[in-house]
């Protein structure tokens, strides 16, 4: 690929991309003081339509999506997001509302959010949800609210400690210490599992709750969820279910019939919105009975034929704006009612088969930590490849090459050299076998030529970065 001149950099005096209409109203002197008043004209490219198109068209062809190729990036569920979800989230009538407008004048947008809440609960096995979160982050801060908020309002102020696996999610350690607690830390079994010696060994009068991934983020099954609920019920605290990974488990489990008192869903990942880039999101958090008082408000409740807003009892007040990213709200509506419980449920469980099948087609090629069934995502690593000198960066880097997204790599923490691969469910078994193909093809030249993959990327625009670099000092102006 040849580099593209900058914008900046084309173009010719006098050419235009349009035709301004002349200016019809007076010209005011003297609004601006002459400070400001521009002396010379900007140096600004001159450039017609066509040129113009092509540019920008051209850059957003380096751009890598799901729309573009295959992008197994663990964790995120990088699924292929129907388009007529876009559509609909489109229609006037849901995306011109205006939050402030009288409840009586949007009933169909209150409608949706309570239907959309009733089918997260379902599907979550949870008495109610609240969509007001916008992340999934977000969502973990909303529902260690709700725990602390539980636990004060029955007199016990003792309970601060919030007990995560080293497997979990950075976000859940941060969140238990955004909301003032603080983040105990038990080591997983080295088949991926919850240590429940060390588990029992924590919890006491002072813990307010257990954070528990599910599937964990090595994408394995938690199996001993029962006994987990259990110590941690029977010690007085309570159950978050960071549901990130719920893209494995629609309609076949559900986190409230594993004893869980609050699960977040990120609908950007399981339920069609289209993300990275960093938003917007939507977290919503599904709770059981003993929670519902205390979840933020508004809330939308049915009285007889009609939508209305309502505050909870003991809200702990809001926590986002408004009602949080409606938008995301409609897709995941669409999407769920287009699935269908039973569609939903195939959806995982194509996630699951094609996670296990990329995991068993791999597993000759790369070592693979888990001698058991995977989950919607699976790990390998690059320790067959270690004498070669190459590590799972540059593995990485060389699937670039192949015209495939690298899947993440480093995460989780616990795992060294990880590669951790979610196929998703929206992709066809030829895709998969181009991948896994690329990928053996990698682990062959690692034995025949290593410096090809060291020095890899070779056919992208940019070679490595200095990522650090990128982040601490970026250049994002264009100076002559
Ligand atoms: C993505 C993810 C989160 C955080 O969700 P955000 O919407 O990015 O805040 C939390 N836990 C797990 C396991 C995740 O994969």
């Known amino acids: 690929m040849k580099n593209q001149p900058l914008l900046f950099e084309l173009g010719k005096s006098g050419r235009r991309a349009l035709d301004l209409p002349a200016l019809d109203v007076p010209v005011q002197k003297g609004l601006l003081p002459a400070t400001v008043i521009r002396s010379e004209e900007a140096a600004l490219p001159e450039l017609s339509q066509l040129e113009v198109m092509r540019h920008y068209t051209q850059l957003s062809n380096r751009n ?27 229609i006037p009538g849901l995306s011109a509302v205006h939050p402030l407008q009288n409840a009586k004048l949007v009933q169909g947008s209150l409608r ?82 919850i240590d429940l010696a060390a588990l029992r060994a924590v919890v006491g009068p002072d813990t307010a709750a257990l954070m528990l991934t599910n599937p964990s983020t090595l994408g394995l099954f938690e199996t001993q969820i029962k006994e987990i609920a259990e110590i941690v019920h029977d010690a007085g605290g309570l159950l978050y279910y960071d ?5 494995a ?37 599904g709770v059981r009975e003993i929670l519902l008082p205390f979840l933020p408000e ?37 999407y769920i009612l287009s699935m269908g419980a039973a569609g939903l449920r195939q959806a995982s469980e194509d ?31 690059s320790k067959k490849q270690k004498a070669q000198g190459i590590h799972t960066l540059d593995i ?35 895709t998969l076998d181009g991948f896994i193909e690329a990928m053996k093809s990698i682990a062959q030249e690692a034995e025949e030529n290593p410096e090809v993959i ?27």
């Open 112 to 193: 949706l959010i309570y239907e959309v809440e009733q089918a997260l609960s379902e599907i979550a096995g949870m008495a109610g949800t609240t969509m007001q979160p916008v992340a999934g982050a977000h969502g973990e801060l909303t529902g260690l609210k709700l725990i602390r908020a539980y636990h004060r309002d029955r007199g016990d102020l003792a309970r601060t400690k919030v007990i995560v696996p080293d497997s979990a999610h950075g976000t859940n350690p941060a969140s238990a210490t955004m909301c003032g607690m603080e983040a105990i830390e038990i080591k997983s079994e080295a088949d991926g599992s």
């Open 351 to 381: 996630a699951v088969l094609n996670a296990n099948y990329c995991k068993k087609m791999l597993e000759e090629a790369y070592d693979s930590p888990f001698d058991r069934y995977c989950m919607h995502e699976c790990i390998v690593t």
């Open 298 to 334: 508004p809330r939308v409740i049915k009285n007889g034929e009609n939508f209305e807003w309502a505050v909870p009892t003991k809200s702990i007040g809001k926590v986002h704006g408004f009602y949080g990213n409606f938008g995301i709200f409609t897709r995941a509506y669409a």
């Open 454 to 480: 060291i020095s890899a990327p070779h056919h992208t625009v940019v070679s490595r970065l200095d990522e650090t670099l990128a982040a601490r000092k970026p250049v994002v102006k264009w100076e002559a």
């Open 243 to 247: 549901g990130a990974n719920a893209n």
């Open 249 to 285: 488990i629609m309609g076949i489990v559900r986190p409230g019939d594993m004893g869980f008192d609050v699960v977040h869903f990120n609908l950007h990942k399981t339920f069609s919105t289209p993300h990275g880039g960093g938003g917007p999101g939507a977290g919503p958090i």
């Open 64 to 90: 890598f999506g799901v729309d573009t190729g295959f992008y197994p990036l663990g964790s995120c569920t990088m699924k292929y997001n129907p388009k007529i979800n876009e559509d609909i989230a489109k």
């Open 396 to 430: 990485a880097k060389r699937l670039l090459d192949y015209g495939y997204h690298p899947p993440t790599i480093y995460f989780p923490l616990i795992v060294e050299e990880a590669m951790m691969i979610e196929p998703t469910e929206t992709e066809s078994k030829e």
